[in-house]
């Protein structure tokens, strides 16, 4: 599968919760695994094409004959960028030859292997890995609903009011101060952490707290 849009819209974590909700719905025990861009190793002639067999041999071998395997490769874009690209070096090129082999080779586990491609450059990927995605799918900024439903999960218990939640959905959306709404990233790793912050440690947040971050906080640059 590949999941693909803009930084701080949790691919990767939606990828987790697929693995561990799939795992209980086939009452199998599963394995997660991540690849990330330490699998590029230091530059030397060969090495990211080894790490990248040895991390499939761990994988495969924790699969065995029964076990469901799952794997997020993060920041895929990295890791199997198009061989065509100007910029693409021979190590990238044979790294992502490496990749497309791993990957038919897990067809003989009939299913019980299932690969998370993550990147916000779809574009920028080879057309060999994309051909082989039996999904793929996009993520785009949270939606008013989405963002409501956020709120109130994250507020619960805060004791805010109706119109202040909608007030919040309405100021991280996209408005006359800025054309694209907030990401899920931007609420939680940014707009709540600094609420929390002008109320710590002398009292709880409240309604100002939240309202004055959303206000003074712009959403993240979108990465088109």
Known sequence: MI???ENGI???QTAEVAADLLARELKKEGRLFKLSTGVRGHGMVGQMSSLINQAFQVITEEAGKSRL?????DEGDSLAGSRNASQ???EDKVAVNTLIQKIDDLKKFDGRILIFLCTNRYEALDPAIVRRAGRIEVFNRPDDNEREKLFRMDCEGLGFSDNCIMELVSLTGPNGKHKIGFTFSDIRTRLIPEA???AYPHRKISEDDMLTAAKTLV???SID
């Open 196 to 198: 929390l912050s002008n």
């Open 10 to 12: 949790c691919k990767a």
């Open 3 to 5: 999941l693909h849009g």
């Open 88 to 90: 693409s070096h021979h």
């Open 219 to 221: 959403p993240s640059p």
């Open 69 to 73: 395997c799952f794997l997020i490769i």
